[in-house]
């Protein structure tokens, strides 16, 4: 079936480095959406790419739709502590279902 | 002030007794969802519902049931069936069931069984 490979698991940085982030799908995926988890908290909707090689920007972050719609990227530039938590990529295949990555917990030192 | 509500925030239940888990939306949304979260993984889908009375399999279903009487409302009922119960449940909705839409969550569940 349909998965989405999310890498690296975890992440540790010094706060001002950056942190990147990467999704990949088996199939071509007709969206893709991030999502962000504060620890104790619940995913807050971030962003969703649909185009061929889009890339949308918020701030410190940069997401990134591949050329194939089969992998995905998130860059955050000059990490701060308030981006601590778990990122979570999901893509929604043909059959309109969304399939989730495991996440990559991202951890800042001040 | 529209979201989704789940209640309570903590609960503790001893092993062998069913218990049910509340969620409750007032975005007027379709859809809606329960999913698994198990320390340091992602989310699994347990139930959704895309309309009143209807609802499907997720991925892990056994060990749980669900009802969808109400458009605001998606209980989520834990039998002693599921062989491994304690986790951290999130009840999610989306405008349509559509994989497009974006999906709200509520604050989430944490269940401990003793």
Redo the contacts between chains.
């Keep these: 079936g349909q998965q989405v490979m999310q890498i690296p698991?975890y992440q540790h940085v010094q706060e001002g480095e950056d942190f990147t982030t990467y999704c990949n799908s088996s199939t071509t995926l007709?969206?893709i959406?991030w999502?962000k988890q504060r620890p104790g908290?619940?995913?807050?909707?971030l962003i969703?790419l649909?185009k061929s090689g889009e890339v949308k920007k918020q701030k410190r972050l940069t997401f990134q739709f591949g050329e194939a719609k089969k992998n995905s990227s998130l860059h955050i530039t000059a990490t701060q502590t308030t981006d601590v938590g778990t990122y979570?990529c999901?893509g929604?295949?043909n059959?309109?279902?969304?399939i989730?990555?495991?996440?990559t917990?991202l951890a800042v030192n001040p | 002030d529209g979201g989704i509500t789940q209640s309570p925030k903590y609960l503790f239940r001893k092993e062998g007794q069913n218990v049910t888990l509340s969620c409750e939306q007032n975005l007027n949304h379709d859809a809606m969802y329960w999913y698994r979260q198990d320390p340091g993984q992602g989310l699994r889908l347990i139930y959704y519902s895309q309309i009143v009375n209807d609802f499907q399999k997720g991925d892990i279903a056994e060990g749980y049931s669900v009802s969808r009487e109400k458009k605001e409302s998606f209980p989520l009922t834990v039998t002693s069936a599921q062989k491994n119960p304690t986790a951290f449940y999130l009840c999610a909705s989306t405008r349509t069931g559509a994989g497009t839409d974006t999906q709200y969550f509520g604050p989430g569940t944490r269940l401990t069984v003793l």
């Design positions: 698991q007709s969206n959406q999502y908290g619940h995913p807050v909707f969703q649909v979570f999901a929604a295949g059959n309109r279902k969304l989730w990555g495991l996440g917990s």
